[in-house]
């Protein structure tokens, strides 16, 4: 019969697989810490705490019982020798299925190129990392033609090996989408398609002065208009209220407050148009502070060459030679300048903001035509790799997430791990305002024709770097592959709680003041304990935004989908799904983004329908009983009620 087996070694990930009674385990590798040396079964009875290496897997001999470890996730089979779990060369031999579609993923950190074959399979990929430039403390810029040109050369990568291995000619690719980092803004000449200024990126902090000046404006209009006292916005933000760990959301309604209990706030006043705060997080506010700040950008706006756009838009403009000024919606939803209702610019959003409407790129779908390539490159005369092919799909970073998840259900939601967390819940055709810190955003458009998608977002500011944090500034391991085998190594965090508020709470609290803190720390602690609290403090925020979408939306979850480079954490993975008492699904690949924006593509070019199979690449269910569960959470509110207040808010 065949026995499930399923063990831990340091450095090594856990996994379950099948041990067949005939396995043969003579005349494999053994590793004894750092020596390795050949091992005969038959011929050696010191066996104790040896750990055996054969191809991928992980044999560990403890007193005779073998106990065994797949490094690949694969099931074991000894019968099945020599076999190569190399995925370059599976690919290599691997039959695609023409047509292809390809997709930008222009990020924060790098540039993409990624084509997918007709089953959503990836053909070919090449990335290139980004500078960051930071001129001043809270700023973050990138160079808008360093961007374009890491764009054009991962293209020419990509395409010279699609040539060389014969995947066919170019008119089997029928088309790319872009996707990219949202609300980082780029202002440009259009004579001579140059940079005005280095592009603000998204988590920029330049524009809190504007902030405040924006909500003292807000606060006197309210006055004015005699709104403080008579007109409320179903979704204006509850503030979190210290009371024994708890928060002022559960007093009433199942944790709703029903709109005319909530004043509007002046950082809410735009929100029911637009659908989010006052922050310096969007577009809008970024692209006042151009204009107050950069004189060349003053100038191109008298001589009526000034435009605007997120980097979607600068590279549309970029590879269609400037023929074509345009966005999606979900990326003009992320401006503060875009009517969630009407999906066009709003007159009033622009006045209040002080920027002007004009220089904005048209706004579409995030499925059709924009346009074909038709850039030169450096070379005189030399043509772009993909001259004539179709832009046909455009989407902000986190919705084309949600779009390659197939998250096209209401009441679906998708969860990014990585440097923090990103979570989207679809709620279908109807704008809901949050009543819980969230914000209201457009989830795509499929289609000039089709009706917008909406989506609640919330963001978690501490994710992967806190396991950055632990390896680069406490020493605690090298890496995170090390993080998650000392977390895997303990059964609990021994009653620890780590709240990671370096810079401030986010959803749903938003509290400024708050720092991080590890609390219940006990003589027992280790570093075991402390990197799974880590691991942990990622789930349990993930928990509690995901508790205020379903307030807001009134549905319940079914399932959890994720992506990201945390989510190849298996362990973070079970966490999370025992704390939502929900399944989490990740994907066969982890791409989705970029497979989001070439499904929309492909969509548009009739290469794909409204849909396709999700693929499930492993699921995760609840092991935790509800009443561990209950006591950790009820803990982690206690743990959180003491990050609050450690900043002065007169400084």
């Not at 978690?460 to 020493?475: F, H, P, Y």
């Not at 998650?484 to 009653?495: N, Y």
């Not at 205020?548 to 959890?560: F, R, T």
Request: with cysteine; hydrophobic share 35%.
């Amino acid at each position: 019969m065949n026995r499930l087996f399923s063990f831990f070694t340091p450095q090594i990930k856990k996994t379950n697989f099948i041990l067949n009674k005939n396995s043969n385990i003579n005349n494999i590798k053994v590793e004894f810490i750092n020596n390795f040396k050949n091992y005969n079964n038959n011929n050696n009875n010191n066996n104790l705490n040896k750990t055996l290496i054969f191809d991928n897997i992980i044999c560990i001999n403890i007193n005779n019982s073998y106990r065994f470890h797949s490094t690949t996730n694969s099931t074991f089979n000894n019968n099945n020798n020599n076999k190569n779990n190399n995925s370059n060369n599976i690919n290599n031999n691997k039959k695609y299925m023409k047509p292809y579609i390809g997709a930008i993923d222009q990020g924060t950190s790098s540039t993409r190129f990624i084509l997918f074959d007709k089953n959503g399979d990836i053909v070919l990929s090449h990335q290139i990392l980004l500078t960051q430039h930071h001129p001043h403390p809270g700023w973050v810029e990138h160079d808008g033609n360093e961007i374009l040109e890491s764009v054009n050369k991962c293209i020419e990568v990509v395409m010279k090996e699609y040539y060389e291995k014969n995947f066919g000619t170019k008119e089997d690719i029928k088309a790319i989408g872009i996707t990219n980092q949202r609300e980082t803004t780029i202002v440009w000449d259009r004579k001579t398609s140059k940079p005005l200024n280095h592009a603000i990126v998204w988590c920029d902090t330049r524009t809190k002065d504007l902030v405040n000046y924006f909500n003292n404006k807000a606060n006197k209009l309210i006055d004015e208009n005699h709104l403080k006292s008579n007109y409320t916005i179903d979704g204006a933000e509850s503030s979190f209220k210290e009371d024994n760990g708890s928060d002022n959301n559960n007093n009433n309604n199942n944790g709703q407050q029903s709109p005319s209990q909530i004043k509007l706030e002046s950082k809410n006043y735009l929100r029911e148009k637009c659908g989010l705060p006052l922050s310096s997080y969007f577009s809008g506010l970024k692209l006042k502070w151009l204009f107050d700040n950069c004189e060349p950008v003053r100038e191109a706006y008298r001589r009526g060459d000034c435009l605007m756009g997120t980097i979607d838009s600068w590279l549309i403009w970029n590879l269609t030679s400037g023929k074509c000024h345009m966005t999606d919606v979900t990326n003009a939803s992320r401006t503060m300048l875009m009517n969630l209702k009407t999906l066009s610019w709003d007159k009033e959003l622009c006045d209040f903001l002080e920027v002007p409407i004009d220089i904005l790129p048209e706004i579409h779908s995030s499925s059709e035509i924009y346009g074909s390539i038709n850039m030169n490159m450096t070379t005189p005369h030399q043509l772009h790799p993909l001259h004539g092919i179709p832009i046909a799909g455009v989407l902000g970073d986190q919705q084309a997430a949600m779009v390659g998840q197939m998250c096209f259900e209401k009441g679906q939601a998708k969860n990014t791990y990585g440097t923090g967390c990103f979570l989207l819940y679809n709620t279908g055709n109807d704008i809901v305002h949050s009543r819980n810190g969230l914000l209201t955003t457009v989830c795509y458009q499929l289609g000039r024709d089709s009706p917008p998608v909406y989506a609640l977002e919330g963001g978690v500011a501490v994710a992967g770097s806190g396991v950055r944090w632990l390896i680069d500034n406490m020493g605690i391991a090298k890496s995170s592959q090390e993080i998650e085998d000392l977390a895997t190594s303990v059964q609990d965090t021994g009653g620890m709680y780590f709240v990671p508020a370096f810079s401030g709470l986010f959803a749903p609290y938003w509290r400024d003041d708050a720092r991080g803190v590890m609390v219940g720390l006990t003589h027992h602690t280790n570093r075991c304990h402390i990197a799974r609290s880590v691991l942990e403090s990622t789930c349990l925020q993930t928990y509690e935004v995901l508790d205020a979408m379903q307030k807001d939306s009134g549905n319940k979850l079914v399932e959890l989908r994720v992506d990201g480079g945390m989510a190849k954490n298996n362990l973070l993975l079970q966490i999370q799904s025992d704390l939502l008492g929900l399944p989490v699904v990740k994907p066969t690949s982890l791409e989705t983004t970029c497979f989001g924006a070439a499904f929309a593509a492909g969509i548009a070019t009739g290469v794909w329908k409204e849909t396709m199979q999700f693929k499930i690449g492993g699921k995760f269910t609840p092991q935790l009983d509800e009443h561990h569960k209950t006591q950790k959470l009820k803990e982690w509110k206690k743990a959180i009620s003491k990050s609050l207040d450690w900043i002065d808010s007169k400084n």
